[in-house]
């Protein structure tokens, strides 16, 4: 039987490999021939979308403080900015959008002619979403409102097939968010032919239940490991990491545990999302001081545990508007992980 810790060391080598495939994959999306909307109108006509799969971005148009819907029409003149981005990072006449409000964002696209069936794969936003495709709602997640106190937020992502065989497609997303650090879309809506989107959906979810699986149940080897007989505590800790971290592939980008679990409220998932990054990195650091006991410098190691730990204890006790600033703060302790 090979040693535990060598074991080890090839399951992290695996999960290093793996992340560099999602960071690439997410990098090729968008190449330099997409096609950009331009003041909230795309032209896909010259498109092939049996072959391809393009985002809707670009200009659209924008209407703060605004939740228009196709029985009640926009009341003042429409501004054009990039979507998808942050509304932080959004400039509207001259000034930054703030984190937290609503907005209603349109986009007229004009489509090619079709025999294939098109889909549309929409993403999560911050930190809720409704949106209309021609006069009709097509897709939601949570329920924005301007009114704080009925707005819902909710994480998911949403594949579903355009019905008819309309040339073109008048969209109006609502967007609300009163919960989060960030506000507004982050991610690109997409369009393509049906059967591709629905496919790589499928393996997408697939793969990341099967990786959230393995490394569970890997953890749950390795603590069966430490609990009979080889009481190491580098495989203790390593066990903990894994099946601390596994929530992370279930629980976030794709949000599959969401999608399984529709009716687990968002402030719950958003905090084990959130103290599931924290925690790991306590129990990463802890395996690797137990795994080179001569080589980790005690005092970096400590530091880096307590200030996870910090950072842990405030997810637990404060909202997500609070300790989604984190990101940051834990940035600068990963880096002292990675040296």
Request: glycine share 6%; aromatic share 14%.
């Amino acid at each position: 039987m090979s040693h535990p810790n060598r074991s080890n060391k090839s399951l992290l080598s695996v999960l290093v490999i793996i992340s560099l495939l999602g960071i690439h994959s997410a990098f090729a999306q968008k190449t330099s021939e997409t096609p950009l909307a331009i003041k909230g109108i795309l032209d896909l006509r010259k498109a092939d979308l049996s072959k391809q799969t393009l985002p809707l971005s670009g200009e659209w148009g924008i209407y703060w403080k605004q939740l228009i819907s196709p029985g009640s029409p926009a009341t003042g003149p429409v501004s054009y900015v990039p979507f998808p981005e942050l509304w932080t990072k959004t400039n509207l006449n001259g000034y930054t959008l703030p984190p937290k409000g609503y907005a209603s964002y349109t986009l007229t696209v004009l489509l090619p002619p079709h025999k294939n069936k098109l889909a549309l794969e929409i993403p999560d936003t911050y930190s809720s979403y409704r949106l209309y495709v021609n006069d009709e709602v097509f897709a939601a997640s949570g329920s924005p409102d301007s009114i704080a106190a009925r707005a819902i937020p909710r994480w998911v992502e949403n594949t579903l097939e355009l019905t008819g065989k309309q040339d073109t497609l008048h969209l109006i997303l609502q967007v609300a968010n009163y919960w989060h650090s960030k506000g507004g879309p982050y991610k690109d809506i997409l369009i393509g032919d049906k059967e591709i989107l629905f496919h790589e959906k499928e393996i997408d979810n697939a793969f990341d239940l099967f990786l959230t699986g393995c490394l569970f149940m890997g953890g749950l080897f390795f603590f069966g490991l430490f609990l009979f007989g080889r009481h190491d505590k580098s495989i203790l800790y390593f066990a903990l990491f894994c099946m601390s971290y596994s929530y992370r592939i279930i629980g976030s980008r794709g949000y599959v545990l969401h999608s399984i679990f529709p009716d687990i409220p968002w402030t719950i998932t958003t905090h084990l999302e959130y103290l599931s990054l924290f925690i790991s990195v306590v129990f990463f650091s802890l395996y690797t001081k137990h795994l080179y006991p001569i080589d980790s410098n005690k005092m970096a190691v400590r530091l880096e545990v307590w200030s996870c730990l910090v950072l842990s204890a405030i997810v637990i006790l404060f909202p997500p508007s609070v300790f989604t600033k984190l990101i940051n703060p834990f940035l600068v302790v990963m880096f002292g992980v990675l040296v």
